[in-house]
Nanobody, 120 residues
Framework: QVQLVESGGGLVQAGGSLRLSCAASGSISSIYSMGWYRQAPGKQRELVAAITSGGSTDYVDSVKGRFTISSDNAKNTTYLQMNSLKPEDTAVYYC??????????????WGQGTQVSVSS
């Protein structure tokens, strides 16, 4: 079993910054990639940013140039630095990972989510 725990959400004014963290723990053999998704009220969950174990990154167009995803492979942790936040960034942000457990099972667990609210 692998657990993902997010932290760092909160309330910020437009133009401000927040840094989210997601730490993976449990019976981990390998982490192939980690990503951040978000879901706003009444909307579908969308991929915001992802990073592979090799460091390749991908972003949804709406956050390019404002958000940066990074990871510390030794700590099984990924970060999302969010700058120039906009009210439309308001959502619950979820961490997801593509992992292989110590029992050679590959699956994608989710974190519990952290609320990000941006006021105008």
């Amino acid at each position: 079993q692998v657990q993902l725990v997010e932290s760092g959400g909160g309330l910020v004014q437009a133009g401000g910054s927040l840094r989210l963290s997601c730490a993976a723990s449990g019976s981990i053999s390998s982490i192939y990639s980690m990503g951040w998704y978000r879901q706003a009220p009444g909307k579908q969950r969308e991929l915001v940013a992802a990073i592979t174990s090799g460091g390749s990154t991908d972003y949804v167009d709406s956050v390019k140039g404002r958000f940066t995803i990074s990871s510390d492979n030794a700590k099984n942790t990924t970060y999302l630095q969010m700058n120039s936040l906009k009210p439309e960034d308001t959502a619950v942000y979820y961490c997801n990972a593509d992992v292989r457990t110590s029992y050679f099972v590959r699956y994608s667990p989710w974190g519990q989510g952290t609320q990000v609210s941006v006021s105008s």
